[in-house]
């Protein structure tokens, strides 16, 4: 999937975080939701512009910054 046909960042919405395009819905939000264990189907339910795709193209955006070259965990390595 190509995440970016569904996700934009720019500096007018949602201070500049990355977005699913047409909403000020963040990638973080998404993220967030899934992470604390709501199905894809009760994120459909509250988000009425939100469609599978967009979910799909979250988690594939969160997969592609994860592998860029950058380690989160510097700090806790250099202990």
Known sequence: MDWRQYI??????MCGKPV????RLTVELILERLSDGDS????LDSYPRLR???IRAA???????????ENVFAE???R
């Open 8 to 13: 934009e960042q720019r500096p007018d919405v």
């Open 20 to 23: 699913l395009k047409g909403t």
């Open 40 to 43: 894809e189907a009760e994120l």
């Open 52 to 54: 599978p795709e967009h």
């Open 59 to 69: 988690l594939a955006f969160a997969a592609a910054s994860l592998s860029s070259e």
């Open 76 to 78: 806790t390595v250099a």
